[in-house]
DNA sequence: GGCCATTAGGAACAGTTCGTTCCTAATGGC
DNA sequence: GCCATTAGGAACGAACTGTTCCTAATGGCC
């Protein structure tokens, strides 16, 4: 029994030692676990038998090596954390990046088959007695292999070449240097350097699809901006404006910086009294709500759709009151 | 090695069965595992050197029961499996339920010693080279406990009696029937109800302390509404109003219901050309900005602060237009 | 082709483990 | 006291384990 124990953590230490990318002599293995290289090859065959895809190459530079598709080691979890598990998979699987969803649902049944009644139930309770209340948009999906790879560029600084799906659906080839993924809710987004632009670009996640092989590793630049999640969501906002116009406020500039959403526009100060606002948005008649929504009286510059919309809204608010 | 492997496949389903709540006599165990009793008693110490709380109790109606604390059966995943798990569990620590990201990093982190390097570094990247955009509020934290606690009550029909936190920080006594949790975003609410007040409730689960012990079974009533998560989404928008109007809309009452939110307010029909909305808002000016929106001729009945509210930003865009 | 270093695997052996049979002892309900 | 349960020691034959010893095959290098 003591043997069959020390015999399973022999196995376990060199199923360890396998899982590193190298390839390891008899010999090296027989010196590590501390018995003959006979024995070696005795767990060797073990492994084997219980399904690991052990490797070897004989001769003068040979050694073992742990193939693909290798069953990972057993996971030994307690209650909370097998219940903390079964959580955050019924969370990803409700989450934004696609493909998960099935791949966590299997993972899931596995955990639900190790808990004890008592706990499993419990999980179910919660998922049975549960209403979401839908997100008001189904936000787009994200392959959970694209992300990874995205990140491990970022991390090896190594370019990457990919087709880029505008909002009209046609593809443009980009050749770019990878620094960062920004999570802003449901949505992904990559900060990289577009090479052929020669400036920084913001690409959204579900759009890129990557073609193969990367490109050489780059030495890394100053990053846009020293807070990336500001730098990314201001962007991005302002990006899909179809209106723009500049006011002047009759109100001092700190006041009016706190009520306007840094991702809504910018304030300049032009006097103690009096700043300018920088804003936009989809259509003329929203940009004069959020204007109104500051609380201050303002003059428009040189922006005849939204003095329009102002004049129409004036007039619609006059009737209206009676 | 055959009998071991053949030993440790005992093992687990011994550990199985005793998973059940339920006691098993020896020879019991002997006739399900095909061994004499004396192996089974073997076994049992093997388990208990093992680690796991095998209790007995001898005598006429005795047996063998797992103690609470069992360490569960090792977890056998995959590597997509173990991925999904990693990246769940980060999920989860970020979420909305409290007292999970403690657990979830300690299962994260047995977790990651299981995965083989390339795996762990490509979690590992994600994790690093991701930032998140701070959602604009930090949402309230939800007990787990409590939270299963909720769900079991609900599964099992059970009054629950609890302290209920107002806005305000004053606790009141609630005895109520719970029916189902629902989950808007970060916030977690539970619809009951309420037996002293007679009537439907919906519960922060955030603000709920529950009051063990629980109550007496109760007959289930017909749910308050089909669609729970509008039922919630809208009681929820409508109980934060400090003001509240009926506006005359000069345009059909569809049109207007496609564009005014449900969590916004309420349409009824006039006629063919007219409907009347119900709606409100934490400000009168708010509550013209969103009246705005609706892009239609309306007239306001018997809300002084809304006409007065809609005079003074018809003045405002009247002067900002120039 | 020879040399050398590697893996592969059979055989013998002493020591260890396993499951079974047999047995005595203790416990707990009726 | 009777009966049914768990507890655990001992003996035994069968099976397993790790080591030593050995022959055989493979692959790179000179």
Redesign the pocket.
């Given at each position: 029994?003591?043997?069959?124990l020390?015999?399973s953590a022999?196995l376990l230490k060199l199923l360890s030692l396998l899982q590193s990318p190298r390839e390891?002599?008899?010999?090296e293995l027989a010196g590590r676990l501390e018995?003959?290289?006979?024995?070696v090859?005795?767990?060797?065959?073990r492994l084997r038998n219980l399904g690991y895809p052990v490797h070897?190459?004989?001769?003068?530079?040979?050694?073992?090596r742990l193939g693909a598709g290798a069953n990972l080691p057993p996971l030994l979890l307690d209650d909370e954390e097998a219940v903390a598990v079964a959580v955050g998979l019924r969370t990803a699987a409700a989450g934004s990046i696609a493909g998960v969803e099935d791949t966590s649902l299997r993972a899931l049944a596995k955990v639900e088959q190790v808990l004890p009644v008592r706990l499993r139930r419990r999980v179910n309770a919660l998922q049975t007695y549960t209403v979401a209340v839908p997100a008001r948009r189904r936000g787009p999906e994200v392959d959970p292999q694209v992300l990874t790879a995205l990140a491990a560029a970022c991390r090896d600084h190594e370019r990457i070449r990919f087709d880029y799906r505008a909002h009209d659906g046609t593809a443009t080839r980009r050749d770019a240097e990878p620094y960062r993924l920004v999570n802003w809710g449901r949505k992904w987004y990559l900060v990289a350097y577009d090479v052929q632009r020669g400036d920084w670009r913001t690409f959204r996640v579900d759009r890129i699809e990557p073609c193969p092989p990367g490109g050489p590793r780059f030495a890394p630049r100053p990053l846009p901006a020293e807070d990336l999640a500001a730098y990314v969501s201001r962007g991005v906002s302002t990006a899909t404006w179809h209106y723009r116009a500049r006011i002047v406020v009759h109100a001092p500039a700190d006041v009016i910086a706190q009520r306007l959403p840094a991702t809504a526009g910018s304030v300049e100060v032009i006097d103690e009294q009096t700043c300018a606002v920088t804003t936009g948005a989809d259509t003329a008649e929203s940009m004069a709500m959020w204007i109104g929504l500051l609380d201050a009286d303002f003059t428009v510059q040189d922006a005849p759709e939204l003095s329009a919309a102002l004049r129409r809204l004036a007039d619609r608010y006059r009737r209206a009151a009676g």
């Open positions: 029994m003591q043997n069959m020390e015999t022999r390891w002599s008899g010999t018995v003959s290289t006979r024995t090859r005795n767990d060797v065959e070897a190459t004989r001769g003068a530079v040979g050694g073992y």
